[in-house]
């Protein structure tokens, strides 16, 4: 018989890579890490890993194991939910930070009243972060949004529902005389750092209007790249969910096409019944169908 925890083990080892990754993950040692599955091989009978450099990897067995390892995870948090039907709800959420700051808050005065006693808890992270851990089940329910012609890679094991989009538009200073993309090629642009999907998707714009976007300033905070363009400094490609403290200070213009991108909710397959999981997904939907940019 396996032990539940020692093929939770396998799986962060298979999903993550390094025995260093799997410990810092579930705050264990590495040694104890090493211990557990060195104990999994022996009630295997088999081979679970071998040696890869200064590293290990699974082996053959080792990955068909993690495969009905997963699956016992999936049974083991079917079967928790439908325990805990009548105990106070917990649901861990995971959100990119414009929903931090646009979605979550009304979505508790929601559930609130829909479901009072609901405990949640939130951590900020980017959608790329936050999607593997969904995987390795630090999480229980994840927000994150793809651009046009960048969706995000599809898991196995792991649903998505969309919540809604969201209009992305040209933020440029107020009184600015620019009228669209085409009248910016000389500007100096604030995006978001190399290799983010955004920041592909938004010099792909700027070269469709026949320039190389001139970026000086990379930021992950869509706040930094609003400031910088009500200071004067920039111009930038942002979602409405970023002016839910007011645009006051800036001007918005349309870009071609009126792009939007898309706002999923990811959850694992194993709990889309699950009631809590439900009341949090239905709430943020509300809460972006309300927004209304400031």
């Known amino acids: 018989m396996f032990e539940l ?13 390094t025995i260093a990754d ?3 993950a579930l705050s264990f040692s590495p040694s104890t890490v090493s211990q557990q599955l060195a104990q999994l091989e022996r009630e295997a009978g088999v081979a679970l890993l071998e040696p890869d450099g200064r590293r290990v990897r699974l082996t053959a067995r080792g990955r068909l194991l993690a495969a009905h390892a997963a699956r016992a995870l999936e049974l083991d948090e079917a079967a928790r939910a439908e325990l805990s039907k009548e105990a ?7 959100v990119m930070p414009t929903a931090a700051e646009a979605l979550v808050p009304p979505a508790l005065t929601l559930l609130a009243e829909r479901m009072p006693g609901l405990r949640l808890e939130m951590v900020e992270l980017p959608p790329e972060i936050a999607l593997f851990e969904l995987q390795a089940r630090a999480f229980d329910l994840v927000i994150a949004e793809q651009y046009p012609g960048h969706t995000r890679e599809i898991a196995e094991g792991i649903d998505r529902t969309l919540l ?5 538009r040209l933020a440029v200073p107020r009184g600015d005389a620019a009228h669209g993309l085409e009248d910016l090629r000389d500007r100096a642009w604030v995006l ?40 004067g400094h920039a111009v930038a490609m942002l979602p409405d969910l970023v002016w839910t403290g007011g645009r006051t200070t800036v001007s918005l213009r349309e870009l071609p096409g009126s792009p939007v991108r898309e706002i999923f909710a990811a959850t694992r397959a194993s709990s ?12 943020l939907a509300d809460a972006l169908a309300a927004h209304e940019p400031r």
């Open 22 to 24: 799997v410990a810092a």
């Open 88 to 94: 106070p709800a917990q649901v861990r959420i995971a």
């Open 164 to 168: 809604g989009v969201d209009p992305i």
């Open 5 to 17: 925890r020692r093929l939770r083990l396998l799986h962060e080892l298979h999903l993550r890579g």
């Open 272 to 283: 889309r019944d699950d009631a809590a999981i439900t009341a949090v997904r239905d709430a």
């Open 192 to 231: 978001e750092p190399q290799g983010a999907a955004v920041r592909r998707w938004a010099v792909q714009q700027c070269r469709a209007a026949g320039f190389e976007p001139d970026v000086r300033f990379e930021a992950t905070d869509l706040v930094s790249h609003a400031r910088l363009v009500a200071a």
